[in-house]
């Protein structure tokens, strides 16, 4: 690691007026530093500064985690292992709990942030090494395409290949998330306008202005709500493919559904066409929700070696459907 | 600094980095023992204590303490400035073990680097260095966390108990025991990071499912692979009659 101050400020306001100063040449914002220090060991950044935000909360009465007005309130530096825990996460929007509760491993649950999760940088081996000059450090290849490519994009990529890494922003894409922000003229954005794919910049995945700072979190209640990963490992693994669900029921049939698939595109993926395919489909009809849940795959750009998620990706999708109708899946059962 | 000292010293029983010299530094049980109480002689460990011995510190100072108050949230005048330590080495104090230990570390050195190179305290394994195999473990204000992945400066103002904090009056702690009667180790290398991660799930689940303790431990990597007898010891440990052994005689 290189040298760095360590920055204390008190508020999130003071946080994000020390990454505005000019004191600092290249001061970064450290919450729980997983990825942070990381990239930092790795060589990947040279920051002269770390702004620490790990125990400031935005709310005076401190708790990680709230009910405000029928939505829930999720704090920027909540861990993933509160989240996960929360009573009201498991009643307003089981899916963001699912979503974090068995990412990577307890130890970082421990550590890792909400807003950490969604800011996190992409797990490419090739942006992660410090040896390759790839086109998000800099350099003016993407060695995804002509390299190995088993983990990449089969949506939206190009001209850089990532699929975004976090777990929370498709879960919280279907609860209509929203991240309050400070040191800025714009106080909140929807979850769906934080990302940005890499025709629209390559160096960084999310819009957010050096100086603006997530303070929390919001969403709307989806209480029929599910989550589904598969990964090669059952711990301290990324997904291959990951799938967010939130339902509308009448009894069994479903009236409308919010698909989001995760670790398939460098942004957090809507499925428009699953939640279309969804509509009137009855959750206890196996056939006519495999029917739904196929199209999942329908206009996907796999690559060398990961045409696998195109068939896989449909998989995930009707497990979480089932989960999010408090039903079990067929690996459950 | 890293106690190079200790590392480059050309005898001496164990070199107590994770390095290719060849020198042997894993312990069992990661235990400090005091040779004065427990009449074994001199051990490998409390040697190199001899040769590196941190300053333990019983107050805390006046930096310290409005420091410990900026991370902790608590109310600092409005009128003082924003606290900013470093790239310099800064004096801090950590509470380890229940103890309060002054140290000095530069904001970029590691809670297990201040741990195992400015403290001594080397049960807590550095193996991966990168947070996914679990061999750094200890649990910082009740949570298991993997002290290589956090800056020292991180965890002042917090309470960290490693593997040297677990034994109480020359008594190892039930967990301890219990890997010792299951052989829950091989090598060792990952004992004891395997022994924090066992008692903080039992801290918050006394008496854990087996699979209960297999998510639990799922941020521990044996490489040895003695999974089975390290499942039977947290079973032990909660009061559980083993069963990883009779499954597998019936299978």
Not at chain 1, 308 to 325: D, E, F, G, H, S
Not at chain 2, 124 to 130: A, G, L, N, T, W
Not at chain 2, 181 to 186: F, S, Y
Not at chain 2, 199 to 207: E, G, H, S, V, W
């Amino acid at each position: 690691m290189n040298p760095f101050a360590y920055v204390q400020p008190r508020t999130f306001d003071e946080a994000a007026a020390a990454l505005a100063e000019k004191r600092f040449s290249l001061p970064m914002l450290k919450a729980g530093g997983m990825d942070v220090v990381d990239h930092l060991k790795e060589g990947l950044i040279q920051p002269d500064a770390l702004v620490n935000i790990k125990r400031l909360r935005s709310q005076p009465d401190g708790a990680p985690i709230a009910e405000a007005g029928g939505k829930v309130r999720i704090e920027a530096t909540a861990t993933m292992a509160e989240i996960a825990a929360s009573d009201v996460v498991k009643r307003l929007a089981p899916v963001l709990g699912l979503s974090v509760g068995t990412a990577a491993s307890p130890q970082v649950r421990n550590i890792g942030t909400a807003a950490g999760n969604l800011l996190q940088r992409p797990r490419c081996w090739y942006y992660r090494h410090e040896q390759f000059d790839c086109l998000k450090k800099g350099g003016s290849t993407c060695y995804s395409i002509e390299g190995e490519n088993k983990f990449h994009a089969i949506f939206g990529g190009g001209p850089c290949h990532i699929v975004h890494p976090s777990n929370l922003a498709p879960a919280l894409m279907v609860c209509n998330g929203v991240v309050h922000i400070v040191g800025s003229d714009r106080k909140s954005l929807p979850i769906a306008q934080l990302f940005h794919g890499p025709d629209q910049g390559i160096r960084s995945e999310h819009v957010l202005k050096p100086g603006e700072v997530i303070t929390h979190i919001t969403c709307d209640a989806a209480p029929r709500s599910g989550f589904y990963a598969i990964k090669e490992k059952q711990s301290f693994d990324w997904p291959l493919v990951a799938a967010s669900v939130s339902l509308e029921l009448d009894g069994a049939k479903i009236r409308s559904a919010r698909v989001c698939a995760g670790a398939v595109a460098p942004i957090p993926w809507d499925l428009p066409k699953v939640e279309e395919a969804l509509k009137g489909v009855s959750v206890d009809d196996d056939a006519a929700l495999r029917r739904a849940c196929d199209v999942a795959g329908d206009g996907a750009k796999p690559m060398t070696d990961n045409a696998y998620k195109v068939r896989l990706l449909p998989v995930a999708v009707r497990r979480a459907t089932l989960i999010a109708a408090g039903r079990k899946t067929e690996v459950d059962a | 600094m890293p106690d190079d000292s200790v590392h480059n010293a050309p005898t001496g029983p164990g070199c107590g980095r994770s390095c290719n010299c060849g020198r042997a530094n894993a312990d069992a049980d990661g235990l400090i023992r005091d040779p004065k109480s427990n009449g074994d002689g001199v051990s490998r460990r409390s040697f190199i204590k001899t040769l590196g011995a941190s300053a333990a510190v019983s107050s805390l100072s006046a930096t310290s303490e409005s420091r410990a108050n900026a991370l902790l949230g608590r109310e600092v005048p409005k009128s003082a400035a924003m606290l900013i330590d470093g790239p310099e080495p800064v004096d801090v104090t950590l509470n380890i073990n229940g103890k309060p230990l002054a140290v000095k570390v530069e904001p970029a050195t590691t809670l297990l680097e201040a741990l195992r190179f400015h403290l001594n305290l080397t049960g807590s394994k550095e193996i991966c260095d990168r947070g996914a195999c679990g061999g750094c473990s200890v649990i910082v204000d009740g949570k298991l966390v993997n002290s290589c992945m956090m800056l020292a400066l991180d965890a002042v103002g917090a309470q960290v108990t490693t593997v040297e904090g677990l034994a109480r009056d020359g008594k190892l702690d039930p967990v301890q025991e219990s890997f010792v009667r299951h052989d829950g180790l091989q090598c060792g290398y990952c004992t004891p990071g395997l022994v924090m991660a066992c008692r903080a799930l039992l801290n918050d689940n006394p008496k854990p499912t087996l699979e209960e303790i297999k998510k639990g431990l799922s941020g521990n990597l044996c490489r040895c692979g003695t999974y089975t007898n390290i499942f039977n010891a947290a079973l032990e440990a909660s009061g559980q009659a083993p069963i990883m052994d009779q499954k597998m005689e019936g299978a």
